[in-house]
């Protein structure tokens, strides 16, 4: 398997990324919502589990038909890193 992505943790088998998305507003959290919604669609590919309160978002992708993370998935998760927000300092 390749290198899991900064922020991301391999879990489980078959095997799941998880991460969690903290924001300091409910208005960050529903922008970066909207924006992994938008991921999903241009790119077909779509989180296994998604739950949210109004500072965070926990993300899980799920491995694909081998039971190992590939580079579909490592590349979508790398992706959605890119939609995060980095603090300003």
């Known amino acids: 398997m390749a290198d899991v992505p ?3 943790e391999a879990r489980g ?3 799941t990324l998880f991460r969690r998305f903290s924001f300091e507003r ?3 959290t529903r922008d970066f919502l909207d924006a992994v919604a938008a991921l ?3 790119s077909g590919l779509h989180p296994h ?3 949210f309160a ?3 978002v926990n993300i899980t992708l799920e491995s694909g038909e081998s039971g190992e993370l590939g580079e579909a998935e490592l590349g979508f998760a790398k992706r959605i890193n890119t939609l995060y927000p980095r603090p300003e300092g």
């Open 6 to 8: 900064e922020g991301w």
């Open 13 to 15: 088998k078959p095997q």
């Open 26 to 28: 409910y208005g960050d």
């Open 40 to 42: 999903s669609e241009e």
């Open 49 to 51: 589990n998604i739950n």
């Open 54 to 56: 109004s500072t965070y």
